[in-house]
C-alpha cells in the first residue's frame, strides 16, 4: 500500500511493504493505491520519507506523463449536438411537468417521462462556481435506491456513424467514508435504432475481471454485453480515492459504432479531469499503459460495440446496486454533447 497526499504541492510519508505502516501527517487527507498505480496524474504530493524500514521505489508522480488525448471541441470539425449549463432550471418538479417542451434534462421518473411523480432524490441546487444552477441526485446507500436525469427532445445528432462526445462536471459528497464499492450506471448514452441498445460507463466492483485493489472501477458496457474484464479502467483516477471529495471533476467520453459487424473501427473512451481512464478500441487493446494494472481492453469488449447506430438521449445517475454504502450525493452541471459527423 502506498499513500500519497492529495493536497497539491504538499508532502507525505508513504510505505511500501507487508506492514503499510504509515505515518500520517496534519494534512488530512490521504489517498492509498496498491501496485503502481501512483501514475494517477494531477497531484503534485512529493513522497519523502516512509515511516518503516524499507525503502519505498516510487517514482515521482511529475515524471509521470499521463494521456491527455482528452478531446476538446472544434469548431471545423465538430458539430455541437446540445449544451446545457443547468441555469434555466428551477426545481425538479417543474423540470418534470409534462407540459414543456424542446430539448432539455428532465428528472425520471416524473410525469414527463413516467406520469408519475418527480422524487425528492431530484434536486437542483446552485451551479458550480457559486452561481447559476446544477443538479443533484440523492442516494440513500441503499439497493435500489438513487435518482436519475435523462435528456429528452434531444436536436439531430448526425449520421449514424458520427463521433460522440459526451462532456460534462461531477461533484461527489460523502456523509460519511464508504470503504465500499459504488456499483451504478454513472452515464449512459442510448442508441438511435435499438430500443434497448446503449452505451454505459458504469461504476462497478473489479468483477469480472480478476484485477483487483481498488473498491470501485469504472467500466464500460455496450448494449449490457458482458466482457472477460468490461473494459475496465486500469489506472486512476478512481472513485473512492480521487472523486468523492465534495469537489468538481471533468467527465469526458468518446464513442464510435462500428461501421459494420467485424470492422472493429468503433471506440469508447473516457477521461477525468483530462486523464484517460478508458480506452476500448483495437489500438489499445492488449497494451498496458504505464502504470497501469491491466491493458485497456481486450477484443471482446471492443466486439461488443454495436455498429451502425448512431445516439439519440442520455442519461445520469442509476440506483445503487450490490453494495450498501453511507449517503451520498451525486451533482452534475455543465453539459456538452458534440459530435464529429465523418469517422
Ligand atoms: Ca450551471
Redo the contacts with the bound molecule.
Keep these: 500500500m502506498w499513500l500519497v497526499s492529495t493536497s497539491p504541492g504538499t508532502t507525505a510519508n508513504a510505505c511500501h511493504g507487508n506492514r503499510d505502516v504509515v505515518r500520517t501527517t496534519s494534512l488530512g487527507r490521504f489517498m492509498s493505491f496498491r501496485e503502481t498505480a501512483l501514475t494517477l496524474i494531477g497531484l503534485v504530493a512529493t513522497i519523502t520519507a516512509c515511516s518503516c524500514s524499507e525503502t519505498p521505489s516510487i517514482t515521482p508522480l511529475s515524471n509521470v506523463s499521463p494521456d491527455t488525448s482528452e478531446p476538446v471541441f472544434d469548431a471545423a470539425v465538430h458539430t455541437m449536438v446540445y449544451q446545457d449549463?443547468?441555469?434555466q432550471y428551477t426545481d425538479a418538479v417543474s423540470m418534470g411537468s409534462s407540459s414543456r417542451t424542446g430539448p432539455r434534462l428532465v428528472p425520471h421518473p416524473s410525469p414527463a417521462t413516467t406520469g408519475t411523480a418527480v422524487s425528492s432524490n431530484n434536486q437542483v441546487i446552485a451551479?458550480?462556481g457559486g452561481s447559476?444552477?446544477?443538479l443533484r441526485m440523492v442516494y440513500s446507500g441503499q439497493l435500489q435506491d438513487g435518482a436519475n436525469f435523462i435528456s429528452v427532445d434531444m436536436p439531430s445528432s448526425g449520421p449514424d456513424l458520427a463521433t460522440h462526445y459526451f462532456q460534462y462536471w461531477a461533484r461527489v459528497s460523502f456523509s460519511a467514508p464508504p470503504n465500499e464499492t459504488v456499483a451504478m450506471k454513472w452515464f449512459v448514452a442510448f442508441a438511435r435504432h435499438d430500443d434497448n441498445g446503449r452505451v454505459q460507463w458504469s461504476t462497478h466492483d473489479h468483477l469480472p475481471c480478476s484485477v483487483t485493489g481498488h473498491h470501485t472501477y469504472w467500466q464500460f458496457y455496450a448494449n449490457g454485453q458482458l466482457t472477460s474484464c468490461q473494459g475496465a479502467q486500469p489506472v486512476g483516477p478512481y472513485f473512492n480515492e480521487n472523486i468523492i471529495d465534495n469537489q468538481w471533476h471533468r467527465f469526458t467520453f468518446a464513442y464510435r459504432p462500428h461501421s459494420a459487424v467485424g470492422t472493429r473501427d468503433g471506440f469508447s473512451r473516457m477521461w477525468i479531469d483530462g486523464v484517460k481512464v478508458i480506452d476500448v478500441s483495437v489500438a489499445a487493446c492488449g497494451v498496458t499503459p504505464p502504470g497501469g494494472q491491466k491493458p485497456w481492453c481486450s477484443l471482446d469488449d471492443v466486439d461488443a460495440i454495436v455498429a451502425n447506430d448512431g445516439i439519440i438521449s442520455q442519461w445520469w445517475g442509476g440506483v445503487q446496486t450490490s453494495y450498501v454504502t453511507p449517503s451520498w450525493t451525486l451533482d452534475i452541471?455543465?453539459w456538452k454533447w458534440w459530435i464529429k459527423p465523418k469517422p
Excluded: C
Aim: zero cysteines; aromatic letters at 0%; a negative charge.
Design positions: 449549463n443547468m441555469d451551479g458550480r447559476g444552477k446544477a452541471d455543465d
